[in-house]
């Protein structure tokens, strides 16, 4: 059994849960380098060694081939965006997802359609994952019409009604009170939906962050808060801005089950999801998980991949375990794909990614008319001629 | 029609629209078993039940947030700020969360939430606890604002403001809760973004909202006695901004007077005086006068206190000035 997962005490009174996990019965540590003479966190992770046969199990194979193919996309979605930074098609900031991909597929691929996320900034691969057509999303980040906030919210906000996608917020840790709200009405409702979550380490610093889990503990709301610890809020790695490193930890402050989950690994991440969110439609209690997982760009396109806050070799040796790889080995071992497949999907993900550059490059741009639409569920002009 | 406080008058429009609609739900601290830090919940919890009328931590960010993300998904959350001072810790969630997301989903998820509580000083509580911050709100697009000044308004508006699709900050009166007005029996609302006269005159035109009204009232009292009319123009609603009684009025009294709450640098009150100015400026005879609260955090001290607030006295003082009288 993994031993980092905690559950919550039954009673209230009860005593806290241990943090025991947090040292123990890792079955795949990645240390990160160590800067010199300064103490660095353990980056290790505990999930259960026996959740790739497990998931290989119990997962039909489509669904198993379905995240593979997900997880190529989201990676050549990326690539191109960083193409179309460069040529300034996209602007503004631009935050990619490389290196992370495990983390949303697998997360995503235990939901329903109706249940909700909510992201970061970092948030073209969850919305494409969540069901938005990846060219509603390119022409967005070229802030076109067709876009999928209507050229409106760019790069950092993706909203997507239909298709569960709650954004794209671009205020470190300002949406996690929004998720729990959607999560607050879910069992207002008394409805079975769950809500994911996603954000960084860095968030977890945030006051909106304590007082939402405190509140989703209180109130046993089917919130389920992803953390995703690339390891680096910007530039500032997790042990010079967090008191403790063990980010899962945080949850016994709040009573609240919690899971550490080796976040470059795609089945591990799925089983530690459909737990959660098992929990969430089971007992409409919140999970807190973090993910271990490492981001292979820099923070944003403006920024550099390594330098003065990271080394080159630290993010090489994290392309080693690169999580499309090693999924991939997994599936191969089990028979159930081989290089020729892989390529197929490839080529795939490589011409959907194509057709998106092309929807958006034919998509207008916004009209005049449009500054002034949607600032309000009626038209602006009784506002617009007393401000102006 | 019955006398009854602004306080009833808030507590029979929250009653009725949550027996209107289902979808509507009151958060907030000690608005349940406490019955309202100011009990304009008061009985609530027992007609409703926990599940709608919902006790909250002191945590305005995350239960502001939390209403903010249940709206999104088409509930209608009235968010009670204890006072309005406190709702400094969840300006992010209402200006970068309910203002800005219809916006910038680029029409998709509506944010129809009120977020209503006492606004303004009351006696002697100091500078944290004295401060009236409407005209923050108001600078931001995406919200709605309003500050109603009498029982009839405040029920009307509070109805309407419940069933905007928008986001609605409501700023009530800390002392206003135990002042009485008319108010009728049978349903009624008010729309959001139309003024109200609330004096008729001739010789100048005084802009006031909230607790500004009764010093305007008083003020206007006293002029009446030494033969000056004044007309008395409350917006009820701060954005929007119904410009046009102000505009119409000014053109009849060709002078007017804003007496507003809040400090003077960048307030609400230097918009309405630009507007006027922008539009009416060849019938002014006299420059357009603000009377504000003291550009000073509240000190405590009564007497202090007193010279930070607009008075009547004041408010005579800067008609006379605009009359040339003197």
Partial sequence: MPTSRRTPSTGRKAEPPTNKGSSQGRSRPAPIPAAAGRRTADMSTSTAPDHIARQLAATPKATLLDMLSKMLLGRRFEEK??????????????????????????????????D??????????????????????????????????????????????????????????????????????????????????????????????????????????????????????????IERASAIYDVAARACAYDMASETVDGMDVLAVRDCISRAVERGRREHAPTLVEARCYRYMGHSMSDPVHGHYRTKEEVEEQKLQDPIKSYFGHLVAAGLIDQQGLEQLDREARAAVERAIAFAEASPEPSADDLYADVYSTPYGPFRRSAE | MPLITYRDALNQALREELRRDPNVFLMGEEVGVYQGAYKVSKGLLQEFGERRIIDTPITEEGFTGVGIGAAMVGLRPVIEMMT??????????????????????????????????????????????????????????????????????????????????????????????????????????????VADIKRAGTDVTLVAWSKMV?????????????????????????????????????????????????????????????????????????????????????????????????????????????????
């Avoid at chain 1, 991909?101 to 329903?112: F, H």
């Avoid at chain 2, 029409?107 to 977020?115: A, H, L, N, S, T």
């Avoid at chain 2, 005209?135 to 995406?142: E, F, I, L, N, Q």
């Avoid at chain 2, 309407?160 to 986001?167: G, L």
């Fill in chain 2, 84 to 193: 309005w001072n406190f709702s400094l810790l969840a300006m992010d969630q209402i200006i970068n969360g309910a203002a800005k997301m219809l916006y910038m989903s680029g029409g998709q998820f509506r944010i129809p939430i009120v977020v209503r509580g006492p606004g303004g000083a009351a006696h002697q509580l100091a500078a944290q606890h004295s401060q009236s911050i409407e005209s923050w709100y108001a600078h931001v697009p995406g919200l709605k604002v309003v500050a109603p000044s009498t029982p009839y308004d405040a029920k009307g508006l509070l109805k309407t403001a419940i069933r905007d699709d928008d986001p609605v900050i409501f700023f009530e009166g800390e002392t206003l809760y135990g002042s009485k007005g008319e108010v009728p029996t049978e349903e009624y609302t008010i729309p959001i973004g």
């Fill in chain 1, 116 to 237: 909700a996320i909510f992201t970061s900034y970092r948030d073209h691969v969850h919305a494409i994952v969540k069901g938005v057509d990846p060219g509603r999303v390119m022409a967005e980040l070229f802030g076109r019409r067709d876009g999928v906030s209507k050229g409106k919210g760019g790069s950092m906000h993706l909203f997507d009604a239909k298709a569960g996608m709650f954004g794209g917020h671009a205020i470190v840790g300002g949406h996690i009170p929004l998720a729990t709200g959607v999560a607050f009405a879910s069992k207002y409702r008394q409805q079975d939906q769950v809500t994911l979550c996603f954000f960084g380490e860095a968030a977890v610093n945030i006051g909106a962050f304590h007082e939402s889990l405190n509140m989703a503990a209180l109130w046993k709301l089917p919130c389920i808060y992803i953390v995703e610890n690339n390891r680096y809020g910007m530039g500032t790695s």
């Fill in chain 2, 214 to 326: 009764s010093v305007a009232l008083k003020a206007a009292e006293e002029l009446a006695a030494q033969g000056v009319s004044c007309e008395i123009i409350d917006p009820r609603s701060l954005r929007p901004f119904d410009d046009a009684p102000i505009l119409a009025s000014v053109a009849k009294t060709n002078r007017c007077v804003i007496v507003e709450e809040g400090w003077p640098y960048a307030g609400l009150g230097a918009q309405i005086a630009y507007q006027i100015q922008q539009t009416m400026f060849g019938d002014l005879d006299a420059p357009v006068t603000r009377v504000t609260g003291a550009d000073v955090p509240m000190p405590y001290a009564k007497n202090l206190e007193h010279m930070a607030m607009p008075s009547p006295a004041r408010v005579v003082a800067a008609v006379r000035e605009v009359l040339y009288l003197e």
């Fill in chain 1, 81 to 114: 965006c960083a193409e179309m930074y460069a040529l300034q098609k996209i602007g503004g900031f631009c935050h990619l997802y490389i290196g992370q991909e495990a983390v949303a597929i697998g997360a995503l691929s235990t939901l329903r359609p109706d």
